[in-house]
């Protein structure tokens, strides 16, 4: 069993340790030397701040990664909280603050589940890695690929929100810049220039009208607005030469960056020659931050999608496990962009996601996590660890999947 004073007080101790993306140096930190006091084999921390615990199994065989970030969104807003937002408050059952849904809880019941492994651990085969990732919330899974450059998975379990059920795939991220350009003039000569603005209101609707695909469990892709701006602003009595937008686009397994542009693409010539002079484009984002090591990291804002099948052996070995420990573990899906998209959507490794609390609690004013919800994931990892690293133990060496990096997007 999972001693709930230790879970509750290494969970609070985290929330009370912000951590913004690229400003996680105390957290990584302390959660290090929370690892540490658990009696993990190793633990270290990469060039790009990731942490990184490992315990040895007496046996060979696989390698299992369960994986959560350490870094959380800004607390927003003050005035909406009615908690100070990182108390770490303990009352009603729950614990409350920035991350602790999103997802430092869910960390901590990894690492004390994990740690229940250890007095079992010469009957491991294989290994257990646990890792805390930095600067997940800004880039799903560059980081996280870092770990997996050097320690590659056979199998990975993220952590994020479940509900405690077992996820089993998630819609991708793509964030689309689209530009029209034109050409400036006074307001009041409207006809010398080219109206960059009245050039995208000219395809916004026929935009919004293309086909999206749908998948059977992931559902219909979206394409979404989120943000609209003309230069030069302000612009008083300037014709605008640039209206720039952005939109964000959901995806589906199997689209690529040109399945995604592809459409714009044609659409965009198609109205260029309708309204010659103005230009019209449209690309994948890219970017680039600094960790708090220092180290820069990079990337094309194309996150993609992925799903296991039902029936595949280490999803019912995982079911099999977390319903051992009394819970349902149903199968479903996430609504939001994981990590995962880096080890299923790039790398094609085997990767399932449980974990405690709701989706629905993340980045809001007055977050919380239910303390029982906490200790019952950490139970389910222990349970998940024996179970999965058995499984993998057990399969031949050269069928096991360890694929380096591919795809879209690597920085």
């Not at 980045?363 to 990892?381: F, L, S, T, W």
Request: net charge negative.
């Amino acid at each position: 069993m999972v001693d709930q004073e230790a879970l509750v007080r290494d969970a609070v101790a985290l929330v009370r340790t912000p951590s913004l993306s690229g400003q996680e140096r105390a957290a990584a930190r302390l959660f290090g030397s929370q690892l540490e006091a658990l009696g993990f084999d190793e633990v270290r921390t990469d060039a790009s701040g990731n942490v990184i615990g490992i315990i040895r199994g007496g046996r060979p065989g696989g390698r299992i990664m369960f994986e959560g970030h350490i870094d959380t969104v800004p607390e927003g807003d003050v005035s909406l909280w009615t908690r100070e937002p990182y108390g770490g408050e303990v009352s009603g059952g729950r614990i409350w603050g920035r991350g602790t849904s999103d997802m430092k809880g869910a960390l901590v019941a990894m690492a004390h589940g994990l740690a229940n492994v250890i007095p079992h651990k010469t009957g491991l085969s294989g290994e257990l890695v646990l890792t805390a990732v930095v600067c997940e919330e800004i880039f799903e899974g560059i980081a996280f690929g870092q770990v997996m450059d050097a320690l590659p998975p056979d199998l990975v379990v993220v952590g994020e929100a479940t509900g405690l059920e077992l996820a089993i795939g998630q819609k991708g991220r793509a964030e689309v810049r689209i530009e029209v350009h034109g050409k400036s003039a006074h307001s009041a000569c409207p006809g010398m220039g080219l109206n960059a603005v009245r050039g995208f209101a000219s395809v916004f609707d026929r935009i919004e009208s293309l086909p999206l695909p749908e998948d059977p469990v992931l559902g219909r892709a979206v394409f979404e607005p989120v943000d609209i701006i003309s230069a030069p602003w302000p612009g008083a009595s300037v014709i605008p030469a640039l209206c720039r937008s952005t939109w964000d686009r959901r995806l589906l397994p199997g689209e690529s960056v040109e399945s995604v542009l592809g459409p714009l693409q044609t659409l965009f010539a198609e109205e260029s020659r309708k309204q010659p002079g103005l230009e019209f484009s449209a690309e994948i984002v890219s970017d680039g931050t600094m960790t708090w090591t220092g180290t820069e990291i990079s990337a094309s804002r194309f996150f993609p999608a992925w799903c296991a099948q039902n029936e595949s052996l280490y999803v019912r070995e995982a079911q099999a496990a977390l319903q051992s420990t009394g819970l349902a573990a149903g199968l479903r899906t996430w609504g939001f962009c994981t990590d995962g998209s880096e080890s299923a959507g790039r790398r094609s490794i085997p990767t399932l996601g449980f974990g405690p609390s709701r989706e629905d609690l993340a980045h809001v004013a007055d977050e919380y996590i239910e303390i029982q919800e906490m200790q019952a994931a950490a139970e389910g990892y222990t349970a998940l660890a024996l179970r999965l690293t058995d499984f993998i133990g057990r399969m031949p060496e050269n069928v096991r999947c360890r694929p380096g990096p591919v795809g879209e997007g690597r920085a």
